[in-house]
């Protein structure tokens, strides 16, 4: 007599040991990010495109949009593209990308225009960028563009700056995840001069374009900001593979913190802060500690908070915390931000005096290495 074995029960482990290996590879996303439309994100996306077809590599074209580019509309030529969504909408029939399709496609890549693109109401998603994030997770490599206002860091800089309003935004995670992002890079003149010839815009929209948002100051703030945010996410980047070797080690990049109260002397060293950071190319924070179980009067939270959101304005950073000892406070913040200058507010009629010694000297014992700004008040010459 054979005695019935029972049949093996998986263990939790083992059916998501399954589940994992059958569920695909994310997808990778490689970004072309521009200063402005016009430098030639969508032409080098599609030259990518081409090259990979030619090696072999299954492409297909997600959505693109020329604008009536010729030598753009050219380079789809050879390249298979999906056919796009009809949705209508306020009586009007809009064509939008079909994501569903791409998946059931599945092709090795996709080239997918504009990241930061709003989708018109009844579709599966509000923002295309998070149908490539739905198409990544199928398996499928991306391939996209974006103009650095729509990222959504940078976008408050650029409403301020410029005066323009950037109403489509992309999280900055989604950017800085992404496995690879090129600057497609080119001089504000270069630009203007491209725009004249009529590879941009149609004659009619040419000059009401370079005289308002396509000006010689316009172009060179976005230039700077995008070439600040991709030098941002190299040392992000760096940052992460130097960490990964050993604990301990130095900051290999600048990092900029203004510490940040509701006096109005602040106003002078958060200026400073900007201007240093913008001198080094590198990001900065704006940092306000403040006490538990204090609470500040309604005009000291004000002033605070006008002197962080004057930080904002200038490209800042904003760190809220609470600590019972500033000094720790601030070596905490200085150690998980990996800040290299400290910039302080100088007065000497009210100072910085905890246990007997100033706040810059605590912090440079606490903190070997940190470089102290002092700044003093701006007096007018007599």
Known sequence: MTAETEPHRPTADEMLARIAADKPARGRLRIYLGMAPGVGKTYSMLEEGHRRHDRGTDVVVGFVETYGRLHTAALLDGLEAIPRRRIEYGGVVVEE????????????VVLIDELAHTNVPGSAREKRWQDVQAIRDAGIDVISTCNVQHVESVAGAVETILGVPVRER???????????VELVDMSPHALRQRMRHGNVYPPERTAIALDRFFTEPNLMALRDLSLRFVAGAVDEELEGTVAEQGIGLPPVTERVMVLADESPECRHAIRRAGALASALRVPWIAVAVETPGIQQSRDRQLNLQANLDYAVDLGGDIVRGEANDLVRGLAEVIAEHRVTHLVLAHRPHRGFHLHGATLPDRLLEEIPGLEVHLVGEARPRP
Do not use: Q, T
């Open 170 to 180: 992309v999280p900055d995670e989604i950017v800085r995840e992404a496995d690879e």
């Open 97 to 108: 990308m079909d994501a569903d399709a791409i998946v059931a496609r599945h092709p090795g």
